[in-house]
């Protein structure tokens, strides 16, 4: 046991309602370790997925079809106005039942989308509603004449989007994306309710063990959260700033 | 010359501003703008899930929907009505904390204003299950007055836990309110010999009283939304109870469509006039700004 | 009169009996006009006349309804135009700019050639600072339009259109926006730029400047051409009344 484990091997033995036995104890240790980079991966993996849901919904609201852009609706209607949690829920449970199975041992039936897999959708899906609409308004902010003159010059379409309307559409969109990704890093405590082992479900299985962890489990909880949205918050505004072009916006 | 900046081709107004503040109206303005045709796929989608559902098994969906409709009047009334019951007492006991919290964030006391800035940041930016989880941990689940043993129900303990970052949230409409008002008005009262309180409660609060309150709305949707995550700590409403039913019901998974499909459906049906009439306010201020 | 017969000695741009309408309003009925190479012809009249629409519709900006614009031979009424084509001939200046705000003055300039045109970057870097220079920007390569005047923006509009070596240069009310005090410079640049023999269509409200640089005035009224001619004789003898009317008001 090194000094640092001591420390808190000892201030758990003089004071039993605060034990933080993830400090000193290497099982503990492993299972907050695997909780919070199961956070990390599924806050990643949804940041990644929500945005291009973002970028394919507000490129497909911008479709002729008018079926097309009410399915586009229909979902960004319902995944924003309904909770989250029960989102969750009824993917997990309601449609998880449809999912097809394999056997790996021929006897197990194990589904082919795990309660993570379910968890990455449902979250994807749910940012991903809000982000069609932030890139959408972004590209609306974009002046028509911006877009002519960029025709102007020989571009087709497509290349006025990449090169002219996107870069100041994203520029625009990024203090509310920015929000919106915090909001996702957030909501990926829910995760809990279809025990998706994330940091919060190893806290709360922790405490479950050892009542006496209690305090210092919603302590270093509260401490790591707040962590982790500071980082992300801190590293977005360092990019907002950096993209921030002179007389453009604000 | 000056004024280069203004050459530039005006921004079109960008809307969905989810920064805190005023404009802060994101949620309710895409909820009260839904065109009438997403209503059609929203329906579609949700006649299509259960017809899914009925190539499944032999308890059939007809019978899903008829347990549905049997525990309905219990889930609303006991389930549904908690949650409501929940929000409000929630939105309150965040309303009042929050606009005290707001008011200090614009004190001319220094490590006031600090403080509960740091407060405000501190609760807007953590996880609402987190803080949920840490309140009902935290508090005792009875207390004794003069002798008497009152048990807290679990449900009280969740609006605290639930109200924390109502609180953080209107503190910052609050403090956007506030500073939305020229510095000009501040000025002139105080050439006026207003002091500070008269100032603001006389001057500033009147005139971004109305901006203030379509945002404080939009947050009471996000709020009510956000009531399911208390069934995770074990109080009852509507989503345990609907585990409760289909427990009942003999837990089988052509039940899970229907009930929590019915869950999705009531919140929705609850939001949708509120943020309606959250965006109709919100113009009407607007143009008499 | 299909593209390769035409030869320098024909009209580069030949409008004829064009019709455009927004809706209800008629905003062009019938116009015709030619313009040789390397000749300056300007387009004045009251705002409203359809001058800005007609000049859209040469680079393609605008649809027309009916009628037949030639671009070096080339009709730009006809859905399978090569607009690419079509825009590599043609540079356009905007009343408002335009410029890409999230680019550099020199970025702005390089990246036509760039991406749509594909040239190699040094040779386009070299060409984009000698095109910043000539509209006398030297030591702005490096601003953001954000950092710039008007009429310095208005500057680096021009160079990105010469950038892609246009034979035709189209200019909509380009000083229309800009302060007193930085139309001069902005007019110098395109005096400069037409007496090196630069085909060029200017909708403007400048007379003094229409009369010294123009080979040829239009005048434009409610979407026609009401009359036509070199400056010496449109601005003392001209004999509609409109156009009399129109000149007194603004000389």
Request: aromatic letters at 12%.
């Amino acid at each position: 046991m090194n000094a640092f484990q001591q420390f808190f091997f000892d201030l758990s033995e003089e004071h039993p309602r605060w034990n933080f036995i993830f400090f000193y104890d290497p099982v503990q240790t492993e299972r907050v370790l695997s909780g919070l980079w199961m956070t990390i991966q599924l806050s990643v993996v949804c940041v990644i997925l929500s945005v291009l849901i973002g970028l394919v919904g507000a490129w497909l609201q911008g479709a002729h079809s008018r079926l097309v852009r009410a399915v586009v609706q229909g979902y960004i209607q319902f995944f924003r106005n309904t909770p989250p949690l029960i989102q969750l829920l009824f993917f997990y449970f309601a449609l998880g039942q449809f999912t097809p199975t394999y056997s790996p041992d021929g006897w197990l039936e194990v589904p082919i989308i795990s309660n993570v897999g379910w968890a990455i959708i449902s979250l994807s899906f749910f940012a991903g509603a809000f982000n069609v609409e932030i890139f959408r308004a972004g590209i609306e902010a974009v002046p028509e004449s911006t877009r002519e003159a960029a025709e102007s010059l020989g571009m087709n379409r497509l290349q006025a989007f990449i090169y002219v309307v996107f870069p100041l559409a994203f520029r625009v969109s990024l203090p509310a994306l920015n929000n919106n990704l915090v909001n996702l890093v957030k909501t990926t405590t829910q995760a809990l309710a279809i025990a998706v082992p994330e940091l919060l479900y190893q806290m709360v299985s922790i405490y479950n063990d050892y009542s006496t962890a209690q305090n210092a489990c919603m302590v270093v909880l509260f401490v790591v959260y707040i962590g982790l949205v500071g980082i992300l918050v801190t590293g977005m505004n360092a990019w907002e700033r950096a993209a921030r072009v002179p007389g453009y916006g604000q | 010359m000056e004024g280069a900046t203004t050459d530039l081709p005006v921004l079109r107004p960008f809307r969905p501003v989810a920064r805190g503040g005023p404009a802060d109206l994101g949620f309710s303005r895409w909820l009260a703008e839904m065109p009438p045709i997403a209503l059609l796929g929203f329906a579609f989608l949700a006649c299509a899930w259960p017809i899914v559902a009925a190539a499944q098994g032999n308890f059939t969906t007809a019978q899903a929907f008829d347990a549905l409709w049997r525990w309905m009047p219990f889930l609303v009334s006991k389930g549904f009505a908690l949650n409501i019951l929940i929000s409000f007492f929630t939105m309150l006991t965040g309303t009042v904390a929050g606009v005290l919290l707001g008011l200090g964030q614009v004190s001319p006391l220094r490590p006031l204003a600090a403080t509960c800035w740091f407060v405000t940041q501190l609760f807007r930016n953590s996880p609402w299950l987190v803080l949920l989880f840490i309140v009902m941990l935290a508090f005792p689940f009875e207390i004794e007055i003069a002798g008497t043993v009152y048990l807290i129900p679990d449900w009280t303990k969740a609006v605290f836990g639930l109200a924390l970052p109502i609180m953080a949230n209107i503190s910052e409409i609050v403090r956007g309110g506030i500073q939305s008002v020229p510095t000009g008005q501040w000025e002139a009262a105080e050439s006026l010999a207003f002091t500070r309180g008269q100032t603001l409660w006389q001057i500033i609060l009147p005139q971004c009283f109305k901006r203030m309150i379509p945002p404080w709305m939009n947050w009471y949707a996000i709020l009510t939304m956000a009531t399911p995550l208390v069934s995770l700590l074990g109080v009852e409403e509507l989503v345990t109870l609907s585990r409760q039913a289909m427990e009942a019901e003999d837990n089988h998974p052509e039940l899970l469509m229907p009930f929590f499909g019915f869950a999705l459906v009531i919140f929705f049906l609850y939001c949708y006039p509120i943020a309606r009439w959250t965006l109709r306010l919100e113009r009407r201020f607007a143009v008499r700004q | 009169m299909p593209a390769n017969s035409w030869t320098p000695d024909q009209p580069i741009v030949a409008i004829h009996d064009l019709h455009k309408s927004f809706g209800a309003l008629e905003v062009l009925k019938g116009v015709s006009l030619e313009v040789m190479k390397g000749e300056v012809i300007c387009i004045i009249g009251p705002s409203g006349s359809g001058k800005s629409t007609l000049i859209r519709c040469i680079n393609a900006l605008n649809p027309v309804d009916s009628g037949s614009i030639l671009v070096e031979g080339q009709e730009v009424n006809d859905p399978a135009v090569d607009k690419l084509a079509l825009r590599k001939k043609v540079g356009m200046v905007f009343q408002q700019y335009n410029l890409f705000p999230h680019k550099t003055a020199l970025q702005n300039v390089m990246m036509a050639p760039l991406k749509v045109l594909k040239q190699p970057r040094g040779e386009v870097e070299k060409r984009a600072r000698a095109l910043l220079t000539r509209v006398n920007l030297e030591g702005k390569e490096d601003s953001y339009p954000g950092e710039l005047s008007g009429g310095q923006q208005q500057r680096v509009a021009i160079a990105r259109s010469l950038a892609m070596n246009p034979d035709v240069m189209l200019f909509d009310e380009v000083t229309a926006a800009l302060d007193p005090e930085t139309v001069k410079e902005v007019l110098v640049a395109i005096k400069d730029l037409a007496q090196s023999g630069m085909t060029c269509i200017l909708v403007t409200h400048e007379m003094g400047f229409a009369r010294e640089v123009a080979d040829h005035i239009y005048f434009t009224d409610r979407g026609v051409i009401v009359e036509h001619g070199p400056p010496a004789t449109f601005f003392t003898e001209s004999s509609d009344p409109r156009t009399r009317e129109f000149l007194s008001q603004i000389l």
